[in-house]
């Protein structure tokens, strides 16, 4: 049987579920998945699924109706469906607070509860450039005056507690903490909430900097400019390539001292379509 909890998006939710009575039921179909729940148009819910339509509120209680989800199950559904549809990081952050209270621990999988506990901060990853090779003994009042803001001695030693459990860094036979692996790449989408909130830190830190460090310490410059659809996505592309040249760069660099930051920005600042003065 499908299990609800297993789903962090209501449309793969639905999608499994027609999947697994379609498999057992071949007069199964969504005009039948329609009736069940309510719906007139015998495609609403393929659409929905298909990411054309988008459930509204009124339909909520439908579909917690006719696919019987228990009160518990209904709730979930619904926090699935607010978490979707809400536009803002604070939003999201609340409806996966509430999502998250609801899962079951045996459904989470490991990944998931890892990769929230790496990026539910930002300085735990500057904790484990710092210690790279460092002796286990570390000072931690010390290491955490080196961090810039500064943090707690009680922040550094938690985040190496946690760098430990989930296996970024070990132990060695000469007393040292060693990366398990040397670069970790999120990938060229971010859409996981945690690292949206992670990022948003960051821009913050980047932010401060500019009354933090005197120019020669820092890069960091805009340009605005007019472009189309193609040139926009070119742009994209270029930035991800670059990131991965930046990852090689720091791979191959010596005698490192100091932990940085590298943050690149692309965002409209107008509406698609209009008229920007012809082509080019």
Known sequence: MINIYDYLDYREFLKAYYDYHKKNDDQFSHRVMCRKVGFTSPNFLKMIIDKQRNIGRSGIPKIISGLDLKKKEAEYFSYLVYFTKAKTIVEKNYYYGLISALRSKRVIQTIQKDQFKYYSNWYTIVVRELINNQPVEINYAELAKKIIPSILPKQVKKSIQLLEEIGLINRTADGRFVQSAPLINTGNEVESLFLK????????????????????????????????????????????????????????????????????????????????GGER
């Open 197 to 276: 909130n992670f990022h948003d830190k960051m821009i913050e830190l980047g932010r401060l900097s500019i009354e933090e460090f005197p120019s020669d310490k820092r890069e960091i410059s805009s340009c605005t400019v007019k472009i189309s659809e193609q040139g926009f996505k070119r742009l994209k592309t270029r930035l991800q390539e670059f990131r991965e040249e930046i990852l090689q760069i720091v791979k191959e660099d010596v005698g490192v001292d100091r932990v940085a930051q590298v943050n690149f920005q692309l965002f409209p600042l107008s509406r698609e379509g209009l008229n920007m």
